[in-house]
């Protein structure tokens, strides 16, 4: 029986993400602690103490991974990487797909080791993204909202000015004079797009399938219309904000994955939504100040086409599409 669906006792397969009504419904992250700036505080921002574990394929771990190299912490915070393939003991470290045989800090051939490990009475489900300290040996934080936040400012003074938050044209990731509607953007886009996918993906009755994949499309063409309406680059301005980098680790793994294996098929991004695909485009393709080629270092297509595939339980992987992302000049 496997660990974790024993202790949430939600069915008889790890695969089985939905409940008995047929909705998934993703559970609140457990560990909530804050890096800190300040050297007095519990988790104080400090050169190789961190380590961030995750996975090519999750979105969420995506976020992190994006922003760590945005804000070029490679050299502050560690990267471990695991396998994309959910097996019933959850992630594993197996050496698959060029990623770790075993944990590198303790050895470990499970993530659900590490939870354990920062705490033995965890019950909930073993998710990356993992921010761990090494000092303190804990889970400082495992949500992806939060762990990105960190990272925009809490290790500026460790970094080139360049790369501090007080130092970009734009106000950083997270503008102050933006932040508002930002905010607001995240709450529709996390609900309706970003766990939309996986709430149609994942629903096993027609009902919540339609109920989540029709307010899905919905909210894609509102973007559209967003970035119609502002005529910008990205979608809050000229700069990149969290609202892009929290967009794109969906749409880039929308026609390639979605699509197909989470049935979300009534349209496609590159043939239905040209500003949006334009916008992923420049971001996946484009090597410059903003992105600095972080977008497209960071993404691996064949990872969500096998991740998600073996996580609806199909041993099968989709074919096509025939080209992932079109070139910038089409
Ligand atoms: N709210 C969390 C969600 C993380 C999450 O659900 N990650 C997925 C991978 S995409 C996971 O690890 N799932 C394993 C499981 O639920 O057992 C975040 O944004 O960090």
């Known amino acids: 029986m496997p660990q974790q669906v024993e202790q949430d006792g939600k069915g008889d397969s790890i695969y089985k993400m939905a409940d008995k009504d047929g909705e998934f ?8 602690s804050f890096i800190s700036a300040d050297p007095d505080s519990e988790f104080p921002a400090e050169r190789n103490r961190y380590v961030l574990y995750i996975n090519y394929g999750c979105p969420w ?7 760590r190299s945005l804000k070029g912490l490679d050299d502050i915070i560690q990267l471990v990487v695991m ?11 197996n050496g698959n797909n060029g990623t770790m045989e ?29 921010l761990w300290d090494k000092k303190s040996e804990t889970i400082v934080n495992n949500e992806s909202s939060e762990i990105i936040r960190m990272f925009y400012s809490a290790f500026d003074n460790l970094l080139p000015i360049t ?26 886009v996390y609900e309706k797009v970003n766990n939309g996918v996986y709430k149609a993906g994942f629903a096993t009755t027609q ?3 339609l109920s989540h994949v029709i307010p899905l499309f919905q909210s894609l063409d509102r973007l559209e219309k967003h970035l119609e309406d502002r005529g ?15 967009l794109y680790t969906t749409l880039i793994r929308f026609d390639v994955a979605y699509y197909t294996i989470f049935k979300c098929n009534y349209k496609m991004v590159r043939y239905d939504y040209p500003r949006l695909h334009r916008w992923l485009q420049n971001l996946y ?13 960071t993404t691996y297509f064949d990872a969500y086409k096998e991740g998600y595939s073996k996580a609806v339980k199909g041993a099968v992987v989709p074919y096509g599409p025939s080209v992932n992302i079109a070139p910038l000049s089409q």
Do not use: C
């Open 25 to 32: 419904r993703r559970k609140p992250s457990s560990f909530r």
């Open 61 to 67: 771990a995506h976020r992190a991974n994006i922003i």
């Open 83 to 93: 396998d994309f393939t959910l097996t019933p003991e959850g992630w594993v470290f």
């Open 102 to 130: 075993r944990d590198p800090l303790y050895g470990f051939t499970k993530l659900s080791e590490l939870y354990l490990k920062a705490d033995p009475t965890y019950k909930g489900r073993y998710t990356v993204p993992v």
């Open 163 to 188: 790369l501090r938050e007080s130092s970009k044209p734009g106000g950083g990731y997270l503008p102050e004079d933006q932040r508002k509607e930002i905010e607001e953007m995240n709450e529709w």
């Open 207 to 209: 009902e919540a399938y």
């Open 232 to 246: 910008t680059k990205y979608l809050f301005g000229e700069h990149i904000t969290e609202a892009d980098v929290r």
């Open 285 to 297: 393709w484009e090597d410059n100040e903003e992105t600095k080629g972080v977008f497209k270092r």
